[in-house]
């Protein structure tokens, strides 16, 4: 049988057109999980491995194990959710082999590292240099860490870690960021970006230091901190949206972005593509409703740009209109 190439160049076009890349590794949808929620274990991860996220992302580890906060540590909240976990992990190597484990499921594998020092981001990051995972996320952004403040609201500690971290293999390292509010820091942050050669960032983290009273009981809603957590879900999409679109802005076609902060449908996403995202996560969403969320945001913003007549995810991305 003698197939038409145009026909077939055509179907090429449509199944790509969902693709999207991250720091040149192709993802086989725009929605994968961030880097906290249901990433711990080997199970877990093999449960997002099966599940349509197009990666595995790992939960953020330091060099030792590590118990997290005292309990309650997360709290769902009516727009979201407020968490202190403190980073419990299974330490390092454990995510090393984990990667080993992970290889066969053919998916992009990604790492998140948290160091207590730059010596651990240096000791984790050239670990995974030397293992299975496709890119490494740095997390420079944990706001739970009693006495720890956040890596990336210091540029000069900043500097001190991407020093150590920039030259220690191939693999893609990326940074994942916390939300900064005035736009003078976004530049900061861009100018080491560009200077280390860092080849992602995922914006945002949680937002940090936020405090939920429960007037019932007169107390916080969690324990650590004095009730100081994480703020994430809806009450900071506007916020990860403002950042997603200052980094575009001014870094767009040098690296790639990941949007994370209150996606839990299609049209939420589609905001973050406008914005200039070239892939998204979910961590309070996917927490809520399990790993079928990723299926349902994917078909959900399909719809929406089957709707607007956009025939791929490239052609809506960054495409802010301004008034
Ligand atoms: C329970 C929980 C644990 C998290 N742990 C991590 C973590 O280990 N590393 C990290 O970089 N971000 C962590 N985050 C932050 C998320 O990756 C994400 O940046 C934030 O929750 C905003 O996304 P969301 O609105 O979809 O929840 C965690 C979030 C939650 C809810």
Do not use: W
């Not at 949808?29 to 906290?36: D, E, L, M, Q």
């Not at 082999?97 to 990051?125: C, H, T, W």
Request: charged share 25%; net charge positive; hydrophobic share 35%.
């Amino acid at each position: 049988m003698r197939i038409n190439k145009n026909y077939l160049s055509c179907i090429m076009k449509l199944l790509n057109s969902y693709k999207t890349k991250i720091a040149g590794v192709e993802l086989d949808s725009y929605i994968c999980n961030a880097s906290g929620p249901l990433d711990s274990t080997l199970k877990e991860l093999e449960n997002i491995a099966k599940s349509t996220s197009s990666a595995i992302i790992m939960k953020s580890c330091t060099i030792e194990p590590k118990e997290g906060n005292q309990e309650p540590i997360y709290t769902r909240l009516p727009l979201g959710s407020i968490q202190s976990m403190g980073l419990p992990n299974l330490g390092y190597q454990e995510y090393v082999k984990f990667a080993a484990r992970l290889k066969k499921y053919n998916k992009p594998i990604i790492a998140s590292v948290a160091g207590l020092s730059v010596e651990d981001y240096q000791q984790m990051v050239e670990a995974f240099q030397n293992s299975d995972v496709d890119l490494i996320e740095v997390n420079l952004s944990c706001p739970n860490l009693e006495r720890k403040p956040q890596v990336a609201y210091d540029f000069k500690q900043t500097e001190k870690v991407l020093c150590k971290i920039s030259n220690l293999g191939k693999k893609p390292i990326g940074l994942k960021l916390p939300p900064y509010y005035d736009l003078i820091h976004h530049k900061q942050m861009a100018k080491l970006i560009e200077k280390y050669n860092i080849r992602f960032i995922t914006c945002i983290n949680s937002v940090g230091n936020a405090l939920i009273i429960d007037s019932k009981t007169e107390t916080p809603v969690i324990k650590p901190k004095r009730g100081f957590g994480g703020l994430c879900g809806d009450y900071i999409k506007p916020i990860a949206l403002a950042n997603v679109r200052a980094f575009y802005e001014l870094l767009k076609n040098k690296i790639s972005i990941f949007g994370v902060g209150g996606i839990k449908s299609g049209a939420d996403t589609f905001e973050f593509l406008l914005a200039g995202a070239d892939a998204v996560q979910v961590a309070t969403t996917f927490e809520k409703e399990g790993s079928n969320c990723f299926k349902r945001i994917n078909r959900e913003l399909k719809e929406i740009l089957r709707k607007k007549g956009y025939n791929s995810i490239e052609e809506a991305m960054g495409k802010l209109k301004y008034l």
